[in-house]
C-alpha cells in the first residue's frame, strides 16, 4: 500500500507558476512509475507527465515546455513545477503511483489538489 498525499495547488493568474507536491507514506524508490494526472470539470482524467524509477519522463504534448517532473527519493516525494501557466490548465490534479508485482498492476492516487488558472 502506498498512500499519496498531493499539496501546493491554488489560484494563479494565467502565465503564473506553481509547484505540485505528491509525498509518498513509503520509500518511492522501489516504485516503478510516479505521475501526475488531471481531470477539469466535464472531461475525462488525462495524463500530465510520469517519471519511473530510473528517471525516463514522459510528458503529454499540451504541457511539454512548461511543465517539470521530478522526483526526491530521500524525501519520498514527487514535484510538478507548472511555468507559464494557462486556463485551460485549470483541473485537480492527481498523484498516481505505479508498481508492478508479479505480472499484476497496482495503482494508488493521491485524494487530488485544485489548479485554477484565472485573472
Known amino acids: 500500500q502506498v498512500q499519496l498525499v498531493e499539496s501546493g495547488g491554488g489560484l494563479v493568474q494565467p502565465g503564473g507558476s506553481l509547484r505540485l507536491s505528491c509525498a509518498a507514506s513509503?520509500?518511492?524508490?522501489?516504485?516503478?512509475?510516479m505521475g501526475w494526472y488531471r481531470q477539469a470539470p466535464g472531461k475525462q482524467r488525462e495524463l500530465v507527465a510520469t517519471?519511473?524509477?530510473?528517471?525516463?519522463?514522459n510528458y503529454a504534448d499540451s504541457v511539454k515546455g512548461r511543465f517539470t517532473i521530478s522526483r526526491d527519493n530521500a524525501k519520498n516525494t514527487v514535484y510538478l513545477q507548472m511555468n507559464s501557466l494557462k486556463p485551460e490548465d485549470t483541473a485537480v490534479y492527481y498523484c498516481?503511483?505505479?508498481?508492478?508485482?508479479?505480472?499484476?498492476?497496482?495503482?494508488?492516487w493521491g485524494q487530488g489538489t485544485q489548479v485554477t488558472v484565472s485573472s
Open positions: 498516481n503511483a505505479l508498481r508492478w508485482s508479479f505480472g499484476a498492476p497496482y495503482d494508488y
Open positions: 513509503r520509500s518511492i524508490s522501489s516504485i516503478d512509475a
Open positions: 517519471i519511473t524509477s530510473v528517471g525516463s519522463i
